[in-house]
């Protein structure tokens, strides 16, 4: 029997590309994306599936709706909660693909799926990593995604909506078109009822450290540029909270991630806060 992701593939018409999925080997698990040409404009249809075996993702839907207190694995939960955060974070504001309607492909199966307007450019950390743009232009980007950051997180805590945080931050999630940074991959959220502080001193972890791979400077730049310092204080506070919650997390951190951590990109936050 073939691999059930090169069928879809081979069922799709002319003018459909698939342009990301999982490797060869891992064809039967994992999202597709494919690029569909249209007249009004190309549309990106997002087609979810299992990520794991059947048992893995059992126990991963256990640990995240019970322990993380997060939305589930599955794949129609996964395109539940991408397609609520889109219409959230659209509706608020914020920069993310327009959803698009249309029947269902016959070339997806029954999968659950999304089609979305298609994003020309490349993440923004191709972009930042681009030896052809200016270091100005760079630092531009990164005080802007500080910016739309810090005003969005204003904005979940004060209306207490934790679709309004991106639960996997990171420069890779955020595409640079023209004038736009598009954030994307929605697909995981925090449920209702999770603490918000909680969820933004996450997200800020999690772009901090994605930061920090590409170079001190975009961090700084970064800090500089967001504009909600007691938000900031506050993310740094949580890391350090002696909750026994906060205690086993730095423990599983310095176990397995070490400098790289979440944890310890907070940490050189608090050192950069206290000059």
């Known amino acids: 029997m073939r691999?059930?992701?090169?069928v879809l593939a081979d069922r799709a018409p002319h003018g459909v590309q698939l342009i990301s999925g999982p490797g060869r080997s891992q064809y039967e698990r994992g999202n597709l994306l494919f690029r569909c040409a249209e007249p009004g404009g190309d549309v990106l249809v997002k087609v979810y599936r299992q990520r794991k075996s059947r048992w893995s993702d059992f126990w991963g839907n256990v640990s995240e709706r019970w322990f993380e207190r997060k939305r589930g694995v599955s794949a129609a939960r996964r395109r539940d909660t991408e397609a609520a955060g889109l219409?959230?974070?659209?509706?608020?504001?914020?920069?993310?693909?327009r959803l698009v309607e249309r029947e269902r492909p016959p070339w997806v199966g029954d999968h659950p799926f999304l089609a979305m307007e298609f994003v020309h450019g490349p993440t923004l950390h191709e972009a930042l990593e681009e030896p052809a743009r200016q270091p100005a232009e760079k630092e531009g980007m990164v005080a802007r995604l500080a910016r739309d950051q810090a005003r969005r997180h204003r904005c979940a805590l004060e209306r207490n909506e934790t679709l309004l945080v991106h639960e996997h931050a990171m420069a890779r999630h955020v595409l640079v078109s023209g004038d736009r940074l598009v954030t994307f991959d929605l697909e995981h959220a925090y449920r209702p009822g999770f603490p918000l502080p909680?969820?933004?001193?996450?997200?800020?972890?999690?772009t901090l450290r994605s930061l920090e791979r590409l170079g001190t400077s975009h961090?700084?730049?970064f800090v500089d540029g967001y504009s909600e310092p007691k938000i900031l204080e506050e993310s740094c506070r949580l890391f350090r909270s002696s909750s026994l919650r906060w205690r086993l997390y730095r423990r599983y951190e310095a176990r397995h991630r070490g400098a790289g951590s979440k944890t310890a990109a907070m940490e050189r936050l608090a050192a950069r806060l206290s000059r």
């Open 3 to 6: 691999p059930s992701g090169l």
């Open 87 to 97: 219409a959230v974070w659209r509706a608020a504001g914020f920069d993310v693909p």
């Open 198 to 206: 909680v969820a933004v001193a996450f997200e800020l972890s999690s």
């Open 219 to 221: 961090v700084e730049t």
